[in-house]
């Protein structure tokens, strides 16, 4: 299994991005799916985070009502559409799956087997 994540770049505040995670393997559709970010200097947080069947998901308040988790089985991908950005949000964005989970476990990095190589987001102010 493998999860390539892609659209990171430089933004202004207040502009949007949109990140992909392309995953590879036929079950993609069995997978519960995480974003996930590290910035400098501190410690790899939870983002957001979708179940497999895509009826649940779960956002950090800090993304709340600005970040929306959604996801195309057909397509194998997970998307992270990004508005409102803000300083705050500079990091490196990762992707991460994994067989389904219980819902308590959802938003921990350690429930996830995959993980994305990773995509700059970077916001200037």
């Known amino acids: 299994v493998q999860l390539q994540a892609s659209g990171g770049g430089l933004v202004q505040a207040g502009g949007s991005l949109r990140l992909s995670c392309a995953a590879s393997?036929?079950?993609?559709?069995?997978?519960?799916m995480g974003w996930f970010r590290q910035a400098p200097g501190k410690e790899r947080e939870f983002v957001a985070c979708?179940?497999?069947?895509?009826?649940?998901?779960i956002y950090a308040n800090s993304v709340k009502g600005r970040f929306t988790i959604s996801r195309d089985n057909a397509k194998n991908t997970a998307y992270l559409q990004m508005n409102s950005l803000n300083p705050d949000d500079t990091a490196v964005y990762y992707c991460?799956?994994?067989?389904?989970?219980?819902?308590?476990?959802?938003?921990?990095?350690?429930?996830?087997?995959?993980w994305g190589q990773g995509t700059l987001v970077t916001v200037s102010s």
């Open positions: 393997g036929r079950t993609f559709r069995d997978w519960d």
């Open positions: 991460a799956a994994t067989p389904r989970v219980a819902y308590s476990a959802l938003a921990q990095s350690s429930s996830y087997k995959y």
């Open positions: 979708m179940r497999y069947s895509g009826d649940t998901t």
